[in-house]
């Protein structure tokens, strides 16, 4: 337990009184976060993985031959819009955005994610949920303005 006490002006009194109470529930801040990771995901794809200062490896020459044929004009990590969508839309059936009073979840349950982010075997890292310094600052100031508007 947390026993604030402030003598002086109601103003400050308020102020911190709201602080405490929105500490109880971080959904509004989680949403604001969510829409913003999405966009930040758009960007990623739109990119290729160089908005995170890591561009994606391309294709081998033959997959990349296969799928020019099968899927013109798809860009990587895109060949059906699968993961694209779990990632930058929170109504996919694939999305998933937990929002909790204290907790939030972001991601995908598409099977084949874990290995693009994480690379393996022939298959080369491509991160696809890769935040910047600024990325995180801008979920930090999320919560703070959150915390105090």
Do not use: C
């Not at 402030?6 to 529930?25: C, E, F, N, P």
């Amino acid at each position: 337990m947390v026993t604030i006490r402030v003598t002086g002006g109601t103003r400050a009194q308020a102020a911190i009184t709201r602080i405490v109470s929105r500490l109880k529930d971080f959904r509004p801040a989680y949403r604001t976060m969510a829409r913003f990771l999405e966009g930040v995901l758009s960007d990623q794809f739109d990119s290729q993985g160089a908005r995170s200062g890591r561009q994606w490896a391309a294709l081998s020459q033959k997959y990349g031959a296969w799928k020019a044929k099968r899927y013109p004009g798809k860009g990587l990590l895109e060949r059906e819009g699968t993961l694209r969508r779990s990632l930058t839309s929170g109504t996919s059936i694939h999305a998933v955005r937990e929002i909790g009073r204290k907790r939030f979840v972001f991601g995908t349950t598409v099977p084949y994610a874990p290995f693009h982010q994480e690379g393996g075997g022939n298959l080369p890292q491509r991160r696809l949920i890769d935040p910047t310094t600024g990325d995180r600052k801008e979920m930090s100031e999320i919560v703070r303005r959150y915390l105090t508007r």
